[in-house]
Every structure is written in structure tokens, then in C-alpha cells.
């Protein structure tokens, strides 16, 4: 069963940091482009970064630039979100995805053909 599952998530005060982990197992995702996600209720789910699967390029929400750093470590199957200076407007449910490729639709939910379960973020005041 191929799968990603996300973990580090939790409640933090504002200005703190987080980092979180998405894994894959079932198969390898070293040749995939990842992103990460974040959804609040009742709204849509909104591209927060993305690593091409060499590492080599990484691209940013302007909402998170300078304050989230996507890493990954492909030996490990491993997708990395650091989160620095956290506001409490970061609070969603932050998810991962894999794409074969996804070319300059990196920000786009539908180019992804895998999704984790979510973990959620929550940014006290």
C-alpha cells in the first residue's frame, strides 16, 4: 500500500517553530516532486511549498517566504517543512503530496497523485 503519512504537527505559541515530516512507504518517491499543503475548514486547500525531486529547486507561497524552509532527503523516503516565526494564521491542517512531475503547476492540488493524512498546526495567540 503505497502511502505518505505526516508527522510533527502540534500546538505552538506564536513566533515559535515547527518542523514537520512526510514519509513514504509502498514505494519510492526520490523521483517525485513533493509539496506541502495546509487547509483551514471550510476553505480550500492552499499551496504552501514545493521541492522538485532533485532538491535542486524549491518553490514558496508568498504568505510563508522567508519564514518556511521545504527540504527533503530522498535515502530516507523524507519530506521536510520547517516553520519559523509561526503566526496564528499558519493554523490549518498541513498535508503532503507527490507528483511524478509537476513542471510550473507546482502550486496546483491536481497534478498530485498522493496525499498524506494531514496534521495539524495550531498557532496560539
Known amino acids: 500500500q503505497v502511502q505518505l503519512v505526516e508527522s510533527g504537527g502540534g500546538l505552538v505559541q506564536a513566533g515559535g517553530s515547527l518542523r514537520l515530516s512526510c514519509t513514504g512507504s509502498?514505494?519510492?518517491?526520490?523521483?517525485?516532486?513533493m509539496g506541502w499543503f495546509r487547509q483551514a475548514p471550510g476553505k480550500e486547500r492552499e499551496f504552501v511549498a514545493a521541492i522538485r525531486w532533485s532538491g535542486g529547486s524549491t518553490y514558496y507561497a508568498n504568505s510563508v517566504k522567508g519564514r518556511i524552509t521545504i527540504s527533503r532527503d530522498n535515502a530516507k523516503n523524507t519530506v521536510f517543512l520547517q516553520m519559523n516565526s509561526l503566526r496564528p494564521e499558519d493554523t490549518d491542517v498541513y498535508y503532503c503530496?507527490?507528483?511524478?512531475?509537476?513542471?510550473?503547476?507546482?502550486?496546483?492540488?491536481?497534478?498530485?497523485?498522493?496525499w498524506g493524512q494531514g496534521t495539524q498546526v495550531t498557532v496560539s495567540s
Open positions: 503530496a507527490a507528483a511524478g512531475y509537476s513542471g510550473s503547476r507546482y502550486d496546483e492540488r491536481e497534478i498530485y497523485d498522493y
Open positions: 509502498g514505494r519510492t518517491f526520490s523521483r517525485d516532486d
